[in-house]
C-alpha cells in the first residue's frame, strides 16, 4: 500500500459497511492468522485491561504483530455502562495498523465490523475442531451482534449441521438471526426454542453469546454426551467449564483475565488442556474420544483481528474508501 508519511487513512462505520466478503474468507483469514501464530512467526501478548473498581466501565488495548502480512497494529476497546442495558452503553474499538515492510501507516479504523465478524468465525472453527464427528443439531444462545452471524459461520465449517436452534427473546434480534440466516444460507431455517434445557440435551455445539444480563445458564447435567459448548459472552454456567471433560481456549492467559466470571467459589479457574492456535496447526486434537463434553473459550485474538482488518484496508483502498488526516503534518 503505498502511502506517505504524514497522513493517516480513516476508514469509518460507513465506509467498512459497504464492504462484502464472504465468510468463507473471513474463515479462511482468521484460521491463516492462527497458523501463522503457532508456527511462531506472529506475536499475541497478553491484553491491557483497566477497570474502575465500581465495575461500570472496561477498556482492553492489544497489540500484535502478524509475520505473514507484515503488519503492526494496536487495537483499543472501550464499553462503558456495564451495568446498563446493552441499548444504554458505549461501546468504541479501533484498529490502526501499520506496515511493518515501509514503516508507513497502513489505516485506521472501526473495528466493530472487524469483531462482528471476527468473533462467529473463531467459534465455527472452535466448533469444527471440537464437534464430535457425528454432530447435527446446533444450538445459539442471545440473538444481540454475536448471535447474528453464529448460525451462517457454523454452516460454513460444519455444513453437515441438519438441525439449527436459536434460544432468544429480543423480537428484532430474532429476526435479524432469520434475515441473516436467509441471506447466507437462504435455503435453511432455524427453530425458536423456549425451553432452554430440552434444548441444549439436543444440542450437539452449543454457542452462547447472550449478554451479561440474560438468566440463560447452561448447566452442565443438561449437556449431552460429546457436546461442545463454546463461551463467547454469557448464556452458559459455571459447572459447564469446571466439570468439562476437555477445555479449550483461544488463549488460557486471556481466558484467566476475561473469564473471570466463570470462576469456582475459590476464584478459580481450570486449566486449558489445548488453545486453538495449537489444535489449527494439526499438533495436537481437541476432542480424544467422541463422549467428551469440551468447553470451549472464544475471548479472540488481536492477531486475528490485525489479519482481518488489513484484508480490510486494503478493500476500502481498492475501492477509495475513506478519509485521509493529516495527522503528523
Request: glycine share 8%; hydrophobic share 45%.
Amino acid at each position: 500500500m503505498d502511502r506517505d508519511d504524514t497522513t493517516l487513512r480513516v476508514l469509518s462505520t460507513s465506509d467498512l459497511a459497504g464492504l462484502d466478503i464472504p465468510l468463507a474468507d473471513v474463515v479462511d483469514t482468521v484460521e491463516q492468522a492462527y497458523r501463522t501464530l503457532a508456527a511462531g512467526k506472529s506475536d499475541n501478548p497478553r491484553k491491557l485491561t483497566v477497570k474502575p473498581t465500581d465495575g461500570h466501565s472496561v477498556a482492553y488495548a492489544m497489540l500484535g504483530r502478524d509475520g505473514v502480512r507484515n503488519v503492526v497494529a494496536i487495537k483499543t476497546s472501550y464499553k462503558h455502562g456495564l451495568h446498563e442495558s446493552r441499548e444504554r452503553q458505549h461501546y468504541y474499538t479501533t484498529l490502526t495498523i501499520y506496515d511493518d515492510v515501509t514503516g508507513l501507516p497502513v489505516a485506521m479504523m472501526d473495528c466493530s465490523r472487524i469483531g462482528s465478524l471476527r468473533t462467529p468465525a473463531v467459534s465455527a472453527l472452535l466448533a469444527r475442531e471440537c464437534a464430535a464427528p457425528n454432530a447435527s443439531t446446533a444450538l445459539v444462545i442471545g440473538t444481540g451482534t454475536q448471535g447474528r452471524l453464529a448460525l451462517p459461520f457454523l454452516l460454513t465449517t460444519l455444513p453437515k449441521l441438519d438441525r439449527l436452534l436459536l434460544s432468544g427473546t429480543h423480537p428484532d434480534g430474532i429476526a435479524a438471526v432469520r434475515a441473516e440466516l436467509a441471506r447466507h444460507f437462504p435455503d435453511r431455517d432455524m427453530e425458536l426454542v423456549s425451553d432452554l434445557k430440552a434444548a441444549a440435551r439436543a444440542a450437539d455445539v452449543i454457542v452462547a453469546t447472550a449478554g451479561a444480563h440474560t438468566p440463560a445458564a447452561i448447566e452442565a447435567d443438561w449437556l449431552r454426551p460429546g457436546a461442545t459448548s463454546i463461551l463467547v459472552g454469557h448464556g452458559l454456567a459455571p459447572s459447564a467449564l469446571h466439570r468439562a471433560d476437555r477445555v479449550i481456549a483461544t488463549s488460557e492467559a486471556q481466558m484467566q483475565v476475561t473469564g473471570t466470571d466463570m470462576a469456582d467459589g475459590d476464584g478459580k479457574l481450570p486449566a486449558v488442556d489445548l488453545e486453538l492456535p495449537v489444535i489449527i496447526s494439526g499438533v495436537s486434537k481437541a476432542r480424544t474420544a467422541a463422549g467428551q463434553r469440551i468447553f470451549a473459550y472464544n475471548s479472540g485474538l488481536v492477531v486475528t483481528d490485525i489479519a482481518l482488518g488489513h484484508r480490510f484496508a486494503q478493500l476500502a483502498l481498492e475501492q477509495g474508501l475513506g478519509t485521509e488526516v493529516s495527522l503528523w503534518k
